[in-house]
């Protein structure tokens, strides 16, 4: 792999463009992050793979700053003696770790980005070593106290059960434990096949986790990563678990390169083929449903809901339909079974009733020309007392406002 023809073109074009937007205040770190990048994707076998004109350096990024009140009196221009004093000794120690190691003048090294890239793209064995022969590449020669090391924890598995029990790490992993990724890909395979014949999901979500940590640990990030999260998604979502589900979604979230935590930031991102997208477009009317209230387009949409939609919507359908019985409530006297039935897309008015029944809030209206003691008539004659149903089904709907550590309801 030394040889330089065997590096990308879009990896050297990578290297150059990144080193163009270098400051001398973030050369070192840009350096450091490249370096384990360019390692990373070689270890994963994503040198050829990767987009490397999207791809994006953290250390590139511009450092947010606090906007602060800009005095424009000549009070502003004031120095304080012992302000001044510390000002300057915070500006000493910010130059020493602006200087990169071994700087003998604060000016900045015209051929430095030309000497850094032609270690990092043409001379491989300089940088990492000799790759074809399996020695662990030595991503930084040059030791700086001020950078962790993060490179030193990580490992390379040297296990190959493909059946292993989750457990948390209490001291740092054992290689012999670990399994590595050729093992992984048996392992998910293995995986599939026994939730195919067998669904015993504790078993296949205590396996799943345990290849999570396997990943994890020896920082392995590529397509088969984001394979092992979505399967365990789909069949976590599947049987309901969405503390389970909703920790790989934010692993996924990461592993697409998003890195978005807010909604509305997430929609800003959706280009027009997405928007155009069946699941995102129902999704989309679904959230606007919600906002709005208007629980009568919300189940609509529940009935037609594409692929996996149904599942997901599973989790907070109860909750809006507490509220819509809420809602309805102060706006009626009594309402018949049946159009709670059809209104909030239960299956029968069994299940209504039985719904009802679970919130405390199976109480009908008795018919003024039945005689007492006469037997209750079928549920589709029956009618929901809104006065006396709408404290219980008030008080459930306080308790559904409330989610756990997981975000599950």
């Known amino acids: 792999m030394s040889n330089k023809s065997n590096w990308p073109p879009a990896l050297k074009q990578f290297v150059n463009e990144t080193f163009a937007k270098c400051t001398d205040a973030n050369r070192q770190a840009v350096e450091t992050e490249l370096k384990q990048a360019i390692y990373h994707a070689f270890q994963a076998g ?12 953290d250390s590139l990024n511009p450092a947010k700053k ?3 009140f800009v005095p424009t009196t000549p009070a502003a221009n004031e120095v ?6 510390e000002q300057d000794r915070r500006a000493k120690r910010a130059r020493r770790f602006d200087q990169p190691q071994g700087s003998t003048g604060s000016g900045a090294n015209p051929n430095a980005a030309a000497q850094t890239m032609g270690r990092l793209v043409q001379g491989g064995v300089h940088s990492y070593g000799d790759f074809s022969g399996g020695s662990t590449p030595d991503l930084d020669a040059t030791y700086d106290p001020n950078v962790i090391d ?15 029990p989750y457990l948390r790490l209490t001291s740092l992993p054992d290689p012999n434990t670990i399994r590595p990724l050729e093992v992984l890909k048996q392992t998910l395979e293995l995986l599939k096949r026994k939730w195919r014949e067998e669904s015993n999901y504790n078993w296949v ?8 940590q396997d990943l994890i640990v020896q920082r392995i990030q590529n397509d088969f990563t984001v394979q092992v999260y979505e399967i365990h998604a789909r069949i976590a979502l599947e049987k309901g678990d969405l503390g389970e589900f909703n920790q790989c979604q934010s692993r996924l979230r990461h592993l697409y390169r998003l890195g978005l935590n ?3 930031n997430t929609l800003a991102e959706l280009t027009p083929d997405q928007y155009r997208d069946r699941s995102v477009s129902h999704a989309l009317a679904v959230r606007l449903a919600v906002s709005q209230g208007n629980y009568t387009k919300l189940f609509r949409l529940f009935n037609a809901a594409p692929k996996m939609g149904a599942y997901v919507m599973d989790h907070f359908v109860p909750r809006e339909r507490v509220s819509a019985l809420v809602t309805m409530c102060k706006a009626y006297l009594q309402i018949p079974i049946s159009l709670i039935t059809s209104q909030l897309a239960f299956e029968s008015d069994e299940q209504t009733h039985e719904f009802l029944v679970a919130n405390d809030a199976a109480l009908y209206k008795a018919s003024p020309s039945d005689p007492k003691g006469a ?6 004659q029956r009618q929901l007392d809104c006065k006396a149903a709408f404290t219980p089904l008030n008080e459930v709907m306080g308790k559904m406002s409330k989610a756990d550590l997981k975000g599950q309801i």
């Open 80 to 85: 304080t003696p012992g302000l001044s004093e």
């Open 46 to 57: 994503d040198l050829w793979s990767t987009d490397w004109a999207k791809y994006k350096l």
């Open 375 to 380: 037997p209750a008539p079928p549920l589709g």
């Open 262 to 264: 807010e909604l509305n």
């Open 66 to 68: 606090r906007k602060g």
């Open 205 to 212: 979500c205590d396996q799943f986790k345990s290849m999570r």
């Open 150 to 164: 993060w490179d030193q924890y990580t490992i390379v598995g040297r296990s190959t059960k493909l059946e292993k």
